[in-house]
């Protein structure tokens, strides 16, 4: 029990750090903007530590269980944080477009980021890195449909409406998770494994896997996502404070909600990618942007039922080029089932160009 207390080192102090913020919150926000800055950054700080060990425990019990169901584990844990993160910025009333901001940061983080930078490394690396080119299809399809269907089509809706609209926009969602979760884990699963060489499955098979206590790593991610909650209640207040005013575009919170939740699928897309493994990167970067689209919208948007404020979730023109410019490439890219630099490369630049326009304030 000590030794695993002392592997947790960093979640305990994340938790130490979350029972400072409490009673310090009032002093935090009357010393300050600059203050107030820094306190938030410093908060964000301690939730990715947290959201990290979130990660790996959630990465072992991956490990544990193997393709697909691992992944969804992954991208589930990732999208978990993510949801406490905005439904408690939200209800300390938060930007009516942060919701929309935060799952457009994501897919651009996840797919023109993780991805791009991953396979421009593996790609450098190892040359051309095979997958199975069913998972990029199955993926990219339904990502499509799921934001186009909860954040094109609501720029039509008349605000009369946005209630019948938004009560069908959950229904969709979960028909629509409820039917890939069916696929992925019933008689289409192959669609996203890979079998790679004989050689290669030696050399891992003589990897011994880290032994893990199930019970431990289940109740230390709950755990994880618990002192998340508790720190982004206090960094939402100083991190508002310390904004205000200073000209930064309101989509600098959102992006920074999408960084925290995906800070951990970076590191493991990287280290698959530099193993030759592509096919967990793939499942990973865009299993995570089909996520974070199809079980975030409708949480937020049942929330917004409940509370009766209608959130701002239809994508503005800028927005909207982008992600299509964004599937149109991955379409194009990942149709051949093996990725290479070049097509890391364009992914990257893509995931550049987000980033300049989030800076216009676009």
Do not use: C
Request: net charge negative.
């Amino acid at each position: 029990m000590l030794t695993s207390l002392k592997q947790e080192r960093l979640l305990l102090l994340a938790l130490l750090a979350a029972v400072a913020a409490y009673p310090l919150e009032h002093l935090l926000l009357g010393s300050g903007q600059g203050i107030a800055l820094a306190a938030g950054l410093v908060l964000i700080g301690f939730i990715v530590i947290a959201s990290m060990r979130v990660a790996h425990h959630a990465e072992l019990l991956a490990e544990t269980v193997g393709d697909p169901y691992g992944t969804m584990i992954l991208t589930l844990a990732a999208v978990l944080v993510e949801v406490v993160i905005l439904a408690i910025m939200m209800n300390n009333e938060a930007s009516p477009t942060l919701v929309r901001d935060t799952i457009y940061s994501a897919v651009m983080l996840d797919i023109n980021g993780i991805l791009g930078l991953a396979a421009l490394m593996g790609g450098i690396k190892h040359g051309e890195q095979p997958y199975n080119d069913d998972s990029a299809r199955t993926y990219s399809v339904m990502i499509l449909t799921a934001m186009g269907v909860s954040m094109v089509v609501p720029e039509f809706i008349p605000e009369s409406d946005w209630k019948v609209y938004s009560a069908f926009t959950i229904g969709a969602m979960v028909v629509l998770y409820t039917l890939f979760l069916r696929m992925q884990v019933g008689p289409h699963s192959y669609f996203f494994s890979y079998s790679y060489p004989e050689k290669r499955r030696g050399k891992e098979a003589q990897q011994q896997p880290e032994a893990i206590n199930l019970v431990w790593s289940i109740g230390i991610l709950v755990f994880g996502v618990v002192v998340i909650g508790a720190l982004a209640e206090v960094m939402s207040k100083t991190l508002d404070l310390g904004l205000e005013g200073t000209g930064a575009p309101p989509v600098i919170t959102a992006i920074l909600v999408a960084a925290i939740s995906a800070a951990p699928e970076i590191l493991t897309a990287l280290r698959a990618a530099l193993a030759n493994r592509m096919q967990s990167v793939v499942n990973v970067a865009l299993g995570a942007s089909l996520s974070t689209v199809i079980l975030t919208v409708p949480v937020m948007e049942a929330m917004a039922l409940y509370t009766g404020q209608p959130f701002q979730m239809a994508m503005t023109p800028v927005q909207t080029v982008m992600v299509f410019i964004t599937l149109i490439v991955s379409a194009i890219n990942l149709n051949d089932g093996e990725t290479n630099a070049i097509e890391g490369m364009t992914h990257f630049v893509l995931f550049a160009t987000f980033i300049m326009l989030s800076l216009l304030g676009l």
